[in-house]
């Protein structure tokens, strides 16, 4: 009941106020036009996570970085197996061996890793880079708050401030901060975006909007992009949610990426700036972000 008058306040608020900062950012579900795959798009690029370990001919993990927001990215805590690719979350109270010292040495300044959360992310940076397509990510959320998973795409391009992502945007597929949050309808839903102009003072990140999947942190959705030219258009299950041109489109090829962080800073979770609860697990616990697929299409 009381989550019921919420929504209701919020809805008359939107009415009375439409310009309430947050208030037009509701979820909503996917209603533009199906995606027309199979006679648009060729399968140019995948991986379905048949064998027992990550195909390193596909994906890197992130080893130019160890602690990530809240928590800390390792290898370790990638696996795969059943058909399937698990990214893990899981406290340590003993820091997980560095074992990127063996291979850099000295030549990049590593954080050390410490007691904490730890989970991952990996790439295709280095190994394979596309430009313009159809990419497509099936997967299960993890079940925590305080859990930020993502399908994305990058160019080095990105950091450049010149007022344009023609040279590189970070193109947020799909990112998935909002674990159970009944309340104010963010439950069961994902959001998507694009940022330019860097990470600094300069940064431009337009926010597309946030939308419903189905059951998504039991299930697998799918979460697409088709990128060309002209525009992004963003997809859950093979149904529109947004599109947009902002900051004029990449023309530069880019990496994917597929990685899970816990919400805070320096190695410690708490809740951030973004809306992001602190993690709602306790050390013993684990949450499993579970992919299915990743494929690219180009066009035919």
Not at 26 to 46: E, I, K
Request: one cysteine or more.
């Amino acid at each position: 009941m009381f989550r019921a008058i919420i929504r209701v306040l919020v809805a008359l608020l939107m009415f009375i106020s439409p310009s309430l900062p947050g208030m037009m950012d509701l979820p909503v579900p996917p209603s533009g036009q199906s995606l027309d795959l199979d006679s648009r798009f060729d399968l140019v690029w995948q991986d379905e996570f048949e064998g027992t370990e990550l195909d390193r001919t596909k994906w890197q993990t992130e080893w130019w970085v160890t602690e990530r927001k809240g928590g800390f990215w390792h290898e370790d805590m990638v696996s795969v197996a059943d058909g399937n690719l698990t990214i893990t979350t899981e406290y340590f109270s003993e820091p997980l061996e560095n074992r990127y010292l063996d291979k850099w040495g000295d030549s990049i300044d590593f954080k050390p890793y410490k007691e904490g959360w730890y989970t991952a992310c990996i790439s295709t940076q280095g190994l394979h880079e596309f430009k313009y397509g159809y990419f497509e990510i099936s997967c299960i959320l993890p079940k925590s708050t305080g859990m930020w998973s993502a399908f994305w795409m990058m160019n080095g391009g990105v950091v450049n401030c010149d007022g344009s992502g023609k040279d590189g945007t970070e193109v947020d597929i799909f990112e998935s901060m909002f674990y159970k949050d009944e309340v104010w309808g963010y439950g069961d839903c994902v959001q998507t975006g694009v940022i330019y102009d860097g990470y600094g003072e300069d940064m431009v990140g337009v926010g597309l909007g946030k939308y419903y999947a189905n059951n998504p942190y039991e299930e697998y959705n799918t979460y697409g992009v088709e990128w060309n030219e002209n525009e992004y258009i963003f997809y859950i299950n093979g149904v529109e949610t947004c599109r947009t041109s902002a900051g004029g489109v990449s023309q530069n090829p880019e990496w994917l990426l597929v990685s899970c962080e816990v919400a805070g800073e320096n190695g410690v979770a708490h809740a951030d700036r973004h809306g992001t609860g602190k993690i709602s697990m306790s050390p013993g616990d684990t949450a499993e972000f579970i992919v299915d697929y990743v494929r690219v299409y180009q066009y035919k």
